[in-house]
């Protein structure tokens, strides 16, 4: 089955700094990985996914992820954090076999939040 | 159009009574879900219908029961809710292969006296 570990359920960053969010994901299959970002009191965006094209992934807001399978990782960064960036992130996997139908499978959320 | 409107934006209701939540996208996306999400957790699957057929209910309490009326609307029909019911339901929904991301909507805040 598959599942996703996001460590730390909350990161707090200076405006300016690298954003690191982690995510370890679990699967006995090829996955497709997610990220998406939820700002208080609305849904999710999605800001980029992973499925088995380019290991590292660019997405909006100047995201991006890295795809390593030796480290069953994807983990997601931005190399100079703003305010606007605050916000819930959600790492998620699915899969294209079985029965899930490519349901997602969300990790426990990391909030992020931005010190000026 | 590739957004996914969910109405009411917020819902107060008692436990004796019938509301229902809307969600309506117009992309022809065939896949479509329902979610619970509490707070400071992820969202929680609800319902999937796939082509108008519920083809997965998350053991969820009848209390709860969810229709597609076409391929562009998904109701979600309440009654005799518990105050524990309280929570954002959000609706997304998928185009075609499990390898595309589901766009969610907004969400409805309910509330449960």
């Known amino acids: 089955a598959q599942s996703v570990t996001q460590l730390g359920s909350h990161v707090s960053v200076s405006e300016g700094a690298l954003v690191l969010l982690r995510c370890n994901y679990s699967s006995s299959v090829p996955p497709y990985l997610f990220w998406y970002v939820q700002y208080p009191n609305q849904g999710l965006q999605l800001l980029l996914k992973y499925t088995s094209a380019a290991t590292l992934v660019k997405g909006i807001n100047g995201f991006e992820a890295e795809f390593k399978k030796s480290e069953t990782s994807f983990h997601l960064t931005k190399p100079s954090a703003h305010m606007s960036d605050a916000a819930e992130y959600f790492c998620a996997v699915t899969d294209n076999y079985g029965g899930s139908q490519g349901n997602l499978i969300f990790g426990k959320g990391t909030k992020l939040s931005v010190k000026p | 159009d590739t957004e996914v409107t969910q109405t009411p934006k917020h819902l107060v209701m008692g436990m004796t009574n019938k509301k229902s939540l809307k969600c309506e996208q117009h992309?022809?996306?065939?896949?479509m879900y329902w979610y619970k999400q509490k707070a400071k957790k992820p969202p929680e699957l609800m319902f999937v219908y796939s082509y108008e057929k519920l083809s997965i209910n998350e053991s969820v309490p009848s209390r709860f029961s969810p229709e597609c009326p076409n391929s562009s609307l998904l109701n979600l029909h309440l009654h005799a809710l518990q105050p524990e019911d309280s929570a954002l339901y959000l609706c997304?929904?998928?185009?075609?292969?499990?390898?595309?991301?589901?766009?969610f909507g907004p969400g409805t805040r309910l509330t449960v006296l």
């Open positions: 992309m022809g996306h065939r896949a």
């Open positions: 997304a929904s998928r185009r075609g292969s499990s390898y595309n991301e589901q766009f």
